[in-house]
């Protein structure tokens, strides 16, 4: 606790990005990998479409940004995200992703119910250890979309 005072007074800010991802976004370029998922993500000849491209769209609209897609599967999308060649990647992942060791994660934002009846809780993938950009990625997430 006695720390507390002393980060304050220094002009620290918690959370933080070590590599600055958040002010790197803000009013320039968000580079979102998205895997392609029917009920998230739907990659035709036309633009990206799917719930979760809304999202995204509009929280790099909140950030003043431009979006820049990628699309591929997810092991490569996981690896260029760890490279921080992307910012965020999206593909109605699960909370039970076998990448949460390797990238941080948002905490679930909504559930998804496949054709078998199973539950998922959907969650956006963000670059290990920038906590400022998840802050505020989670900060969005909470004021624009309901948790079941």
Known sequence: MAVLPLLAGCGAQIPVDPEGTLEDVRSGTISVGVSPNADFVEVSNGPLQGSEIQIIQNFAENLDAEVEWTVGGEEQLVSAL????????????????????????????????????????????????????LFEVERFLDRTQEMP
């Open 82 to 133: 760890e490279n921080g060649d992307l910012d965020l990647v999206a593909g109605g992942i699960s909370s039970k992703t076998p990448w949460a060791e390797q990238v941080g994660m948002t905490r679930p934002y909504t559930t998804h119910v496949d054709v078998d009846g199973k539950e998922s809780k959907i969650v956006l993938l963000v670059p290990p250890g920038e906590n400022a950009f």
